[in-house]
């Protein structure tokens, strides 16, 4: 504590020689030295002080502070030293003591003599604050490590609250079930109506399908052999959220252990792509022509890399892309490194889905759009951001220095799978030279924020990453229009351009415009229950299908849209409590997402993976990654209500 005196600065240090609790404390060996003196030293050291006295009654104490260079001119009288004596009596004894020597001070410290961590930077920063600022005292403080005002104290050897009158408090938050948690509650409900309805309907599907009734019965509950996304899938997808959300407590070893796999399985997914299968895994051998020659390779196959085919690759890199980024900008621990890399690792995977899996790419783009707002409104955030948008450059460079290294191979005459020529026919060369100065001057201005820029505009930053967002929006709409015009119809960003203009081909996104317009189509014929979960093959019925054959030379099962697939199989009201649980969760988060690190990392990686679920399918590969994400946000936005501190990632 300091307070206001007369003339000049002395330092008191209050240490009675009659402690109870722990005996003779103030001399107490601790580390090598006595307790009082790192209080003495760290004033000496200060430099701010004319005097520093020691205010004591016993001559032990009395020695000790004078052998590190404390004075102690007279000794605390014995009314001033019992167990019931006060500090500011003890402050006081001593200033009348020196008026009496005509000696008066201006400021004065009161420094008690157990406090080993005091510094002298500390006592330098409390006088000048006392000195410039016109207060009368200056009191440092510490925050409670857990609300106080619910406490027990012992009392008469029983246990009792210190404030009793907070034993009832109506306001005080309570942990009941929220509105997004009912909301999911109704759509398993519904979707086990579905499930539960269907199972007595199965003949129409027999009539149309060569399958048995008891395997449509296995379809609705279980869901189609290696797809499994029938009723049991979403009550576990449920019971996971709810888990998550209710007694999950997020310690950083787990997110290092999941950004350590994401490193592995993306590194090895890598080295797939690049013909190394070092352990055989890679399912080439299911796709030979007659002859025997390989059909596909890794440009071309269907099945990227062990986690499966291009669409479970997508999704999943949809999620680990934003997760590690957000988790790498919000992190202050020397493991940020491991999320840095777990970003890049993970970017470089999405890279191997090649034109097929252009469903996370638009995810990931958008995602990270619209996350700029919680980007700028921190300067190590945006500096760690512009950090691993340079290392993606670097890695789409030597993605296309690879593929076009290949390009020269093929020109060249050496041997590839069809589907891989017919893909390097298809590719362009990029200009490598141009990503990695982009990378260059990225990395620059992140090391810049970083490194050299100490002051940071949050708000007005804040602010404009908010107005930024729709500019960024509206450019990249007409870039889209300008770019697009000039690229050919079987280009993702002409058919984009087409989508935005409300034209939709048949043939767009590799069939998905035909199979999004009979899904929409079904829907009136099932609207309350759906078909069942799962059986969207059979809800397209016979006909349509034949027509998918004819066109497309497959049979669709999925509507490669979650929301025109739970509408087509669940039923509208299913779709409708699914939509208000995923708005439960979301709409509590955009704020909350700017103060709490853990939600905006996992929040920016559920916003990425519900966007690529516009596009791709949902198999229980990855799709529990998403409900868990859910998980931990609802957890947060409840930890935000509450007051709970941060978790240090």
């Not at 777990?342 to 191997?352: H, K, M, N, Q």
């Not at 034209?503 to 035909?514: C, I, V």
């Not at 099932?526 to 349509?544: I, K, M, Q, S, W």
């Not at 704020?591 to 916003?607: I, M, T, V, Y």
Request: aromatic share 14%; charged share 20%.
């Amino acid at each position: 504590m300091v307070f206001n005196g007369k003339i000049n600065k002395i330092a008191i240090i209050p240490a009675r020689g009659g402690s109870k609790r722990i005996p003779r404390k103030n001399i107490k060996i601790f580390l090598d030295k006595p307790i009082i003196a790192y209080s003495i030293e760290a004033a000496l050291a200060s430099n701010v002080f004319d005097k520093i006295i020691v205010s004591t009654d016993d001559l032990e104490i009395a020695e000790t502070a004078k052998k590190y260079g404390a004075e102690v001119p007279f000794m605390r009288s014995a009314e001033l030293s019992n167990d019931k004596a006060m500090t500011v009596p003890v402050l006081i004894d001593v200033l009348e003591k020196y008026e009496k020597l005509n000696i008066e001070f201006t400021y004065g410290c009161c420094l008690y003599p157990c406090a080993p961590f005091i510094t002298s930077e500390r006592l330098k920063e409390g006088m000048k604050i006392l000195t410039s600022s016109g207060v009368d005292s200056v009191v440092p403080m510490v925050k409670f490590s857990y609300p106080p005002q619910r406490c027990l104290v012992i009392r008469n050897g029983e246990v009792t609250m210190l404030y009793p009158e907070n034993y009832n408090i109506d306001n005080e938050p309570k942990r009941r079930a929220s509105f997004p948690e009912w909301a999911l509650l109704a759509f398993i409900l519904l979707t086990f109506i579905s499930a539960f309805a269907a199972s007595f309907s199965t003949e129409r599907f027999s009539k149309i399908f060569p399958v048995g009734v008891d395997y449509i019965k296995d379809v609705v509950w279980l869901g189609k052999p290696m797809r499994f996304e029938g009723f049991i899938s979403f009550l576990f997808y449920g019971t996971t959220f709810f888990i998550t959300a209710r007694f999950y407590k997020p310690k950083r070893l787990h997110f290092l252990l999941l950004a350590g796999s994401a490193v592995l399985i993306s590194a090895y997914g890598v080295a797939q792509f690049l013909g190394l299968d070092i352990l055989g895994l890679f399912p080439y051998e299911r796709m030979y022509q007659t002859e025997g020659i390989p059909l596909y390779g890794p440009l071309s196959a269907f099945f990227r890399t062990t986690l499966g085919n291009v669409n479970i690759v997508s999704a999943y890199c949809s999620f680990a892309v934003v997760l590690f980024a957000g988790l790498y900008a919000v992190s202050r621990s020397k493991w940020q490194y491991l999320y840095l890399g777990a970003g890049i690792a993970a970017f470089a995977l999405s890279l191997t889905t090649g034109y097929s899996g252009d469903a996370h790419k638009v995810a990931v783009s958008a995602a990270m759009v619209l996350l700029v707002p919680y980007w700028t409104a921190d300067r190590e955030r945006t500096g760690k951001i512009l950090i691993i948008l340079s290392g993606w450059c670097l890695v789409y460079a030597a993605q296309s220095a690879y593929l076009s290294a290949m390009k020269r191979q093929y020109e060249a005459g050496e041997f590839f799978p069809p589907r891989d020529r017919s893909f390097l026919q298809a590719y362009a060369h990029k200009n490598i030279t141009l990503f990695i100065i982009l990378a260059a001057v990225l990395l620059a201005a992140g090391l810049c924020l970083l490194l050299l820029l100490k002051k940071w505009p949050g708000k007005p930053m804040k602010i404009a990453g908010i107005i930024f967002v729709p500019v960024l929006m509206i450019g990249g709409m007409m870039s889209l229009e300008l770019v697009g015009a000039r690229l050919s119809p079987d280009n993702f960003i002409w058919q984009a351009r087409e989508m935005m203009h409300g034209r939709l081909e048949d043939n767009f996104g590799s069939g998905r415009g035909w199979i999004w317009k009979n899904a929409v189509s079904v829907i009136p014929d099932n609207p309350v229950f759906g078909t069942g979960p799962d059986t969207f093959e059979y809800a397209l019925g016979y006909d349509r299908q034949m027509e998918a054959v004819e066109l497309f030379n497959v049979k669709f099962d999925k509507a490669h849209n979650i929301f025109l697939q739970i509408a087509v199989c669940m039923g509208i009201p299913a779709l409708t409590a699914f939509l208000i649980f995923l708005g439960g969760v979301f709409v509590p988060a955009v704020k909350k997402a700017f103060e709490r690190p853990l939600l905006l990392a996992f929040g920016g990686a559920s916003l990425s993976y519900a966007i690529q679920s516009f596009f791709c399918v949902e198999v229980p590969i990855t799709t529990p990654l998403f409900w868990i994400a859910l998980g931990v946000m609802a957890s947060e936005v409840w930890m935000a209500r509450v007051g709970a501190e941060n978790i240090d990632l």
